[in-house]
Nanobody, 122 residues
């Protein structure tokens, strides 16, 4: 069973930076396309970035140029570096499976971690 554990969230001022991390276990990490998702209160969960096993990346327009997704296959870690964050980036951030071209949600069944809260103050 896939296990996903997100961490690194917190409170950050608008214009600041934050990096969130995810540990993935129970799957062949190196070959998996993974993504970062977020969910704001009252909204559906949305995918914001994805990365293939080989390092190809894709982003939704709202974060393009500000967020960078990366991975460390040796550590089975996924990262999302968020720069120039804005109040609208406030959400709980999750990692899970994804597809690229186009960027789409492809979670591992019903497996979701607890997420990590990112709050951006104006």
């Amino acid at each position: 069973q896939v296990q996903l554990v997100e961490s690194g969230g917190g409170l950050v001022q608008a214009g600041g930076s934050l990096t969130v991390s995810c540990v993935v276990s129970g799957t062949a990490f190196t070959f998996q396309t993974l993504g970062w998702y977020r969910q704001s209160p009252g909204k559906d969960r949305e995918i914001v970035a994805g990365i293939s096993g080989g390092g190809t990346t894709d982003y939704v327009d709202s974060v393009k140029g500000r967020f960078t997704i990366s991975r460390d296959n040796s550590k089975k870690m996924l990262y999302l570096q968020m720069n120039n964050v804005q109040p609208e980036d406030t959400a709980v951030y999750y990692c899970n499976g994804a597809t690229l071209r186009p960027l789409r949600s492809a979670p591992y069944g019903a497996s979701w971690g607890q997420g990590t809260q990112v709050t951006v103050s104006s």
